[in-house]
Nanobody, 127 residues
Framework: VQLQASGGGLVQAGDSLRLSCAAS????????VGWFRQTPGVEREFVAA????????YNVDSLKGRFTISRDNAKATVYLQMNSLKPEDTGVYYC?????????????????????WGQGTQVTVSS
Protein backbone atom coordinates (compact mmCIF):
# COMPACT_ATOMS: atom_id res chain seq x y z
CA VAL A 1 0.00 0.00 0.00
CA GLN A 2 1.32 3.41 -0.97
CA LEU A 3 -0.06 6.58 0.51
CA GLN A 4 0.27 10.04 -0.99
CA ALA A 5 -0.57 12.99 1.24
CA SER A 6 -1.25 16.36 -0.35
CA GLY A 7 -3.04 19.63 0.20
CA GLY A 8 -0.69 21.36 2.60
CA GLY A 9 0.48 24.91 2.16
CA LEU A 10 1.05 28.31 3.69
CA VAL A 11 -2.11 29.96 4.99
CA GLN A 12 -3.09 32.66 7.43
CA ALA A 13 -4.68 32.10 10.81
CA GLY A 14 -8.40 31.53 10.40
CA ASP A 15 -8.08 30.00 6.95
CA SER A 16 -9.01 26.46 5.96
CA LEU A 17 -7.19 23.64 4.23
CA ARG A 18 -8.25 20.21 3.10
CA LEU A 19 -5.60 17.53 3.15
CA SER A 20 -5.95 14.43 1.01
CA CYS A 21 -4.46 10.99 1.46
CA ALA A 22 -4.66 8.86 -1.66
CA ALA A 23 -4.01 5.14 -1.38
CA SER A 24 -2.72 2.97 -4.19
CA UNK A 25 -1.23 -0.44 -4.74
CA UNK A 26 -2.55 -3.88 -3.84
CA UNK A 27 -5.30 -3.23 -1.37
CA UNK A 28 -7.31 -6.37 -0.79
CA UNK A 29 -8.57 -5.63 2.67
CA UNK A 30 -10.44 -3.06 4.61
CA UNK A 31 -8.12 -0.42 6.00
CA UNK A 32 -8.38 2.30 8.56
CA VAL A 33 -6.58 5.61 8.06
CA GLY A 34 -5.16 7.99 10.58
CA TRP A 35 -3.71 11.48 10.40
CA PHE A 36 -0.79 12.51 12.54
CA ARG A 37 1.22 15.67 12.73
CA GLN A 38 4.73 16.49 13.78
CA THR A 39 6.32 19.75 14.77
CA PRO A 40 10.01 20.33 15.53
CA GLY A 41 10.95 18.97 18.91
CA VAL A 42 7.57 17.37 19.47
CA GLU A 43 6.71 13.71 19.16
CA ARG A 44 4.39 12.82 16.32
CA GLU A 45 0.87 13.30 17.61
CA PHE A 46 -2.42 11.76 16.67
CA VAL A 47 -4.93 14.05 14.95
CA ALA A 48 -7.81 11.93 13.66
CA ALA A 49 -8.66 8.48 12.34
CA UNK A 50 -11.45 6.79 10.43
CA UNK A 51 -12.59 3.24 9.88
CA UNK A 52 -13.08 1.74 6.42
CA UNK A 53 -16.83 2.21 6.62
CA UNK A 54 -16.48 5.77 7.86
CA UNK A 55 -18.90 5.26 10.72
CA UNK A 56 -16.19 5.13 13.34
CA UNK A 57 -14.04 8.20 13.68
CA TYR A 58 -11.79 9.68 16.32
CA ASN A 59 -10.62 13.23 16.69
CA VAL A 60 -8.29 14.66 19.26
CA ASP A 61 -10.47 16.50 21.76
CA SER A 62 -8.54 19.73 21.36
CA LEU A 63 -9.24 19.73 17.61
CA LYS A 64 -12.89 18.77 17.65
CA GLY A 65 -15.04 21.32 15.95
CA ARG A 66 -12.21 22.47 13.70
CA PHE A 67 -10.86 19.29 12.08
CA THR A 68 -13.03 16.69 10.37
CA ILE A 69 -11.92 13.42 8.84
CA SER A 70 -13.83 11.74 6.03
CA ARG A 71 -13.22 9.28 3.22
CA ASP A 72 -14.33 8.35 -0.27
CA ASN A 73 -13.53 4.69 -0.81
CA ALA A 74 -14.47 4.90 -4.48
CA LYS A 75 -11.52 7.27 -4.85
CA ALA A 76 -9.39 5.47 -2.23
CA THR A 77 -8.91 8.85 -0.59
CA VAL A 78 -9.22 10.10 2.96
CA TYR A 79 -9.60 13.78 3.72
CA LEU A 80 -8.80 15.99 6.66
CA GLN A 81 -10.76 19.21 6.58
CA MET A 82 -9.07 21.81 8.76
CA ASN A 83 -10.94 24.99 9.57
CA SER A 84 -10.10 28.04 11.66
CA LEU A 85 -6.43 27.19 11.46
CA LYS A 86 -4.10 28.49 14.14
CA PRO A 87 -0.33 29.00 14.12
CA GLU A 88 0.01 26.06 16.52
CA ASP A 89 -1.45 23.80 13.82
CA THR A 90 1.76 24.27 11.87
CA GLY A 91 3.60 21.04 11.19
CA VAL A 92 4.07 18.15 8.83
CA TYR A 93 0.90 16.12 8.49
CA TYR A 94 1.19 12.41 7.79
CA CYS A 95 -1.45 9.92 6.86
CA UNK A 96 -1.14 6.27 7.77
CA UNK A 97 -3.09 3.11 7.02
CA UNK A 98 -3.59 -0.23 8.66
CA UNK A 99 -5.61 -3.22 7.52
CA UNK A 100 -8.62 -4.22 9.53
CA UNK A 101 -10.66 -7.41 9.54
CA UNK A 102 -14.02 -5.73 9.34
CA UNK A 103 -15.12 -2.43 7.85
CA UNK A 104 -16.40 -0.84 11.04
CA UNK A 105 -13.65 -1.76 13.46
CA UNK A 106 -12.66 1.39 15.35
CA UNK A 107 -9.45 2.75 13.84
CA UNK A 108 -6.15 2.79 15.74
CA UNK A 109 -5.14 5.98 17.51
CA UNK A 110 -1.43 5.44 18.02
CA UNK A 111 1.31 5.68 15.44
CA UNK A 112 2.73 2.28 16.35
CA UNK A 113 -0.45 0.57 15.20
CA UNK A 114 -0.07 1.72 11.61
CA UNK A 115 2.21 -0.03 9.14
CA UNK A 116 1.82 2.11 6.05
CA TRP A 117 2.77 5.77 5.97
CA GLY A 118 2.66 8.59 3.46
CA GLN A 119 5.47 11.08 2.98
CA GLY A 120 3.85 13.98 4.81
CA THR A 121 2.59 17.36 3.70
CA GLN A 122 3.69 20.64 5.26
CA VAL A 123 1.09 22.94 6.78
CA THR A 124 2.24 26.39 7.83
CA VAL A 125 -0.15 28.82 9.49
CA SER A 126 1.02 32.40 9.86
CA SER A 127 -0.37 34.71 12.50
Amino acid sequence: VQLQASGGGLVQAGDSLRLSCAASGRINNYYAVGWFRQTPGVEREFVAAISWSGDSTYNVDSLKGRFTISRDNAKATVYLQMNSLKPEDTGVYYCAAEMTRRPSIPPPKTSGEYRYWGQGTQVTVSS
